[in-house]
């Protein structure tokens, strides 16, 4: 395993604030850090220390308040709404909390979903079947919709999901919090595998098991990097 | 291609999500196109009815006496022209003798040209009242002029024929007697009846359906006026031929003065069918107003979709959807609602437009025809339109959600 030391997500005083009619919530705190390509990082921290607020703001699906991200070299707080949402359909692959797969889908169609949108034509070359085999998913409960799968085998659909566009980045919200932890375990291997292959992981944990798998743990507490 | 899109498939399993919301909204624009439909086919058709109606009078020219204005043209017993008692009125133009000679002169080497009596005034049957028009003609042109449907033309000055309307009106019959003019106001004439005319109506020469028609002594024995005539009619035998004879009584009548006017069924037909027009835009517009009310259940339709599916638009924007994509995501359900709604509508409309103009033109005969069948895909389109201009906002809005607050959303 080799891990290059190019820089592929770099936050500079980054600060997130929350405008609320009680008052401004500060979910981050001029944070500034460098995860260089291939690392294997956990991000940990109390409840609502701003983890996913983090996570969100890496994985372009907001925009920082003020300090500067950049991901390959590409300032994110200059990119327009398309820009944005062709970075995360392309570069970054995002494994939610809660799954987050699209309930009118089978398991089939939620992953090839993002290859139908990157590539405006169907998967033909078995690319979506293999991700799902993988992960452990085979044909006749890839026809089945989220709601009639285990919250185990949903999960890993939305990490065969996230792969789909072979991204970058991976980033994962908590992707053990609703599993066992005999199926936490599996999960945990498959992204082990994915680092191995050479992807930059970034995973928000709070179990210190979970966090074992990662090269570099991160502790975030009210906002700021602790 | 639009049926792989996942877009599309998305938005087809949203509707039949849910399906009897879909349904009833669908089906204020079924009923909307289907009244757009029907009104439309009912206009077209009678405008095509009457035009055929006019174009059997294309070689009829009417020649009145020239009055100042442009004249109305509603032939003889459209309403009574003239009231009774004020026969003798000499305020009205009448066609001298001196001029049908003239005119007979002009055009009777190219067709038949005959003078006609005309007056509305009262009718008794027995103790029945009514009233009806009444024509006097020159008995020789009568069997020329005029079909028969029963019985036989008059011979006699007490004999008449009369129109099917009056046939149904008063259960008249051949050899039913009737009684022309007011009891109350002078004397009355005794006619019988001997012959029954076929439905002809529209025209431009007589309006014979309502009429009762007797030679011209029987006429002027009633009310007088001989030799003033309140139109000569010329029934062309050559279609070609009817400019110029028309041409030729103009210049020759009208030398000096103005004393005639010339009617030709062009005019007239452009007249109606232009009144006609209007009026079917107006119930077109009134039609129209079903569909606003429809558009308004598509957008509360269309809304409530995008509320419940919040969550699922923060999924679809987090993992890389555009928001054009969500727009045309929307767009698709409303679409499907359109086309469901517009296909419905469509067929709906085949039979009940064929049932509206049944009753109100009374002849299918133009239904199947181009100017007719051609409201259905229109209904149809205005209808989808209505639909996908519907979901444009609600689209708009599900686009614009921020994709983190979408997915906080339960
Ligand atoms: N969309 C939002 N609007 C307002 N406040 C928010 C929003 N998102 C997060 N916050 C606030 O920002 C802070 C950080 O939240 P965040 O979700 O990042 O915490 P967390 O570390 O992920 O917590 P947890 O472990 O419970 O998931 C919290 O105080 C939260 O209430
Ligand atoms: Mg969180």
């Not at chain 1, 809660?98 to 979903?113: D, G």
């Not at chain 2, 998305?10 to 009923?31: K, N, P, Y």
């Amino acid at each position: 395993m080799q891990v290059s030391q190019r820089p592929v997500i770099v936050l500079d005083r980054v600060t997130k604030v929350y405008p609320l009619p009680a008052g401004d919530v500060v979910a981050l705190n001029n944070i500034s850090l460098t995860i260089n390509e291939g690392e294997f990082v956990t991000i940990m921290g109390p409840s609502g220390s701003g983890k996913s607020t983090l996570l969100n703001q890496i994985g372009c699906l907001d925009v920082p308040t003020s300090g500067d991200l950049s991901l390959n070299g590409r300032d994110v707080r200059a990119m327009n709404d398309r820009e944005l949402t062709d970075l995360r359909l392309t570069t970054i692959g995002y494994i939610f909390q809660k799954f987050n797969l699209i309930p009118l889908l089978t398991a089939y169609e939620n992953v090839e979903y993002p290859y139908l949108m990157k590539h405006r034509k169907n998967d033909d070359t078995g690319h979506v079947r293999r991700l799902l085999s993988q992960v452990g998913i085979d044909e006749a409960l890839a026809t089945h919709k989220p709601p009639e799968l285990s919250g185990g085998q949903q999960q890993r659909v939305a990490i065969a999901r996230a792969l789909v566009n072979d991204p970058a980045i991976l980033l994962c919200d908590e992707p053990t919090g609703n599993l066992d932890s005999q199926t936490g375990i599996q999960i945990m291997e498959v992204l082990a595998g994915l680092h191995r292959r050479g992807r930059t992981i970034i995973m928000v944990t709070h179990e210190r098991d979970i966090a074992a798998y990662a090269e570099r743990t991160i502790t975030i507490r009210d906002g700021r990097v602790a | 291609m639009i049926g792989k899109d996942i877009l599309f498939r998305l938005s087809v399993r949203s509707v039949r999500l849910h399906l009897l919301r879909s349904i009833l909204a669908a089906l204020g624009i079924v009923i909307g196109v289907v009244a757009i439909a029907a009104m439309g086919m009912m206009g077209a058709n009678m405008t095509l009815s009457v035009t055929e109606d006019l174009s059997k009078m294309a070689n009829i020219l009417v020649v009145r006496a020239y009055t100042g204005g442009g004249g109305g043209f509603i032939g003889p017993g459209g309403g009574g022209s003239r009231v009774v008692g004020s026969s003798q009125a000499s305020d009205e133009e009448m066609i001298t003798e001196d001029q049908f000679r003239d005119i007979d002169r002009i055009a009777g080497s190219y067709g038949t040209v005959y003078y006609v009596y005309t007056q509305s005034d009262t009718i008794e049957i027995g103790d029945r009242r009514g009233r009806a028009t009444i024509i006097g003609l020159d008995p020789d042109v009568v069997p020329e002029i005029l079909e028969l449907a029963d019985g036989e033309y008059p011979k006699s000055t007490t004999s008449v024929v009369i129109g099917p309307r009056l046939v149904d009106r008063f259960a008249l019959k051949l050899g039913s007697k009737l009684d022309i003019g007011d009891p109350d106001e002078g004397t009355t004439t005794t006619v019988r009846v001997v012959g029954i005319l076929p439905e002809r109506g529209m025209t431009l020469d007589l309006n014979t359906d309502s009429a009762i028609i007797g030679s011209d002594k029987l006429y002027t024995g009633i009310y007088g006026g001989e030799g003033e005539y309140d139109q000569v009619t010329i029934a062309v035998d050559n279609l070609d031929e009817v400019a110029t004879v028309k041409e030729e009584i103009l210049a020759q009548l009208n030398r000096k003065e103005e004393e005639v006017t010339v009617q030709d069924s062009s005019r007239i037909l452009e007249s109606i069918t232009s009144t006609l027009s209007t009026m079917t835009s107006f119930v077109m517009a009134i039609a129209g107003i079903s569909l606003m009310v429809a558009a308004v259940s598509i957008f509360n339709v269309m809304m409530m979709s995008v509320t419940e599916r919040v969550r699922e638009i923060g999924i679809l924007r987090s993992i890389g959807t555009q928001k054009s994509d969500v727009r045309r995501m929307f767009l698709y359900e409303a679409s499907i609602l359109g086309l469901v709604g517009g296909g419905i509508g469509a067929v709906m409309s085949l039979v009940i437009g064929y049932m509206v103009v049944l009753g109100m033109v009374g002849t299918t005969e133009f239904f199947f025809a181009g100017e007719s069948l051609w409201y259905i895909p229109f209904a149809m389109a205005v209808g989808i339109t209505i639909c996908i201009i519907s979901g444009v906002y609600p689209a708009w809005q599900a686009s614009n959600l921020d994709p983190i607050e979408a997915l906080r959303a339960e």
